[in-house]
């Protein structure tokens, strides 16, 4: 099953494909995630990427389009995946279609989480990441069970990222609904957009994932 979850930044698009990943063992590919570790590498991507990351600005389509590219090729991608972030601009959606449709892949499902700007804001000054294993958390909504200790793989250090800060999120929220929310009725036209509501507690979005992903 390839799913796309669609939604603004803080969304809650990690946190379930996350738990995507361990339930029904579907492959998470984050063009986010994809970013950040070339901008750490110093790769020739990561160097085009950067400055538009540190904006709070999308990354041009090319860059994009060439790395998920890359990485739907790969052997694992082969039993399903969710696309986290990617895309992001109708030209993304559109590559996005042609590179399905040259590997005879389809793509089942686009999933709407809807959250509130306000919410946003909140939900992205006070994200965490495991550094060794990436785990997510909140100082509010999800915190480890024991403080200070990581729920996943027992890691003891932890990061915020560099893009999540106040400023930063007024140019991704604008980004959002001038360049994504359009993808909204293109998926809708399409017949494959189902909505859930991101505003409601981690686990109970959870459950309206799986009870959308059942009915396939
Ligand atoms: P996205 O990948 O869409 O940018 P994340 O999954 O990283 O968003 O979530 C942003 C922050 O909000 C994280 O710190 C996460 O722990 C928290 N979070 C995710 N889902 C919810 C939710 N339903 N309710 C409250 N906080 C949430
Ligand atoms: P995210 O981790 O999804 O919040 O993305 C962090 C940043 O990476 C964004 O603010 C953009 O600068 C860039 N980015 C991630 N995915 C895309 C994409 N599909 N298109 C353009 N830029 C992206």
Do not use: W
Request: aromatic share 6%.
């Amino acid at each position: 099953m390839n799913i796309i979850l669609l939604g603004p930044p803080g969304a809650g698009k990690g946190t379930q494909a996350q738990r995507l990943m361990e339930t029904r063992r579907l492959v998470q590919l984050s063009t986010g995630d994809m970013l950040r570790a070339a901008v750490k590498a110093g790769s020739e991507v990561g160097r085009r990427a950067k400055a538009f990351m540190d904006a709070g600005q999308l990354v041009p389509d090319e860059v994009v389009i060439g790395i998920i590219a890359d990485r739907i090729e790969a052997p694992d991608c082969k039993n399903g995946f969710i696309l986290d972030g990617f895309p992001r601009t109708t030209a993304q959606a559109e590559a996005l279609d042609r590179m399905l449709a040259e590997k005879g892949l389809k793509l089942n499902v686009v999933i709407e989480m809807k959250v509130d700007d306000t919410a946003l804001v909140e939900r992205i000054a006070g994200r965490y990441a495991c550094a060794k294993c990436g785990a997510g958390y909140h100082d509010t909504f999800q915190k480890p069970k024991v403080a200070g200790v990581c729920d996943n793989c027992g890691g003891t250090e932890f990061t915020r990222r560099a893009d999540d800060n106040r400023e930063t999120v007024v140019t991704r929220l604008a980004a959002y609904h001038a360049q994504t929310a359009p993808l909204l009725p293109y998926y809708r036209a399409r017949g494959v957009l189902r909505e859930v509501d991101g505003m409601a507690s981690i686990d109970e979005v959870s459950r309206q994932i799986g009870r959308v992903l059942d009915s396939f």
